[in-house]
């Protein structure tokens, strides 16, 4: 009989696994807690739904880690990760930003007059307001007659960090919504 470390159980000597280095060859912990353990660290559901609530008990050790990778890794690397996590779980990021939406529609009610409020500031005289609203309108009959959501896009980005572009109908182009959100405001033609 040998005592488990981790489930502090008594146990048979067949339900412990071979460790050479111990004294007695046997391993510290039981098959059956050595097996949850590896659960956890895997990417099962199991292990996700454990590291889930694990960091809903400990959000200040899981915020504090989290900012102190991301200060040893840098900015590029961190956007790096999440674009790749973006493109791997679609679905999952879909509910993320609904649910984010839903627990914070004052938030997301702010981002949305921001944007709003910089294409009227970034509507020159000279637009055409009738053609703006035909891209609009076409992209709306798109989405209609393919099935796929469609949206207009500025080809040079209204917000940026290094360019800011006008709301008119020379900067406006349909594309389909999965690729504008894609592209976001990094890309637009002629960048450096």
């Known amino acids: ?14 339900s412990f696994g071979r460790d050479k280095s111990r004294k007695d060859g046997l391993a510290t912990s039981c098959i059956e807690c050595r097996r949850k353990y590896n659960a956890r660290r895997s990417n099962s559901d199991e292990g996700r739904a454990y590291k889930r609530k694990w960091i809903e008990s400990n959000r200040d050790k899981a915020l504090a880690y989290t900012k ?12 790096e990760v999440a674009k790749n996590w973006r493109e791997r779980n679609p679905e999952s990021f879909r509910e993320n930003v609904s ?49 796929i959501p469609h949206d207009v896009d500025h080809i040079v980005p209204l917000q940026s960090k290094l360019v800011c572009g006008l709301h008119w109908e020379g900067n406006l182009v349909v594309i389909p919504s999965s690729e504008n959100r894609k592209k976001g405001n990094r890309q637009w033609p002629d960048m450096p």
Not at 1 to 13: F, I, N, Q, S
Not at 68 to 79: H, I, L, P, Y
Not at 119 to 139: Q, R, S, T, V
Request: some cysteine; charged content about 35%.
């Open 68 to 79: 102190s990778w991301q200060a040893r890794v840098g900015k590029d690397r961190v956007n």
């Open 1 to 14: 009989m040998k005592k488990c470390c981790a489930c502090k159980a008594e146990k048979d000597d067949a």
């Open 99 to 147: 649910r984010w939406r839903r627990e914070n529609p004052h938030k997301d009610r702010a981002k949305t007059r921001r944007y709003q409020a910089s294409k009227l500031l970034a509507m020159p005289g000279w637009a055409d307001p009738g053609a703006i609203e035909n891209c609009y309108l076409e992209a709306e009959r798109m989405s209609i007659e393919t099935g």
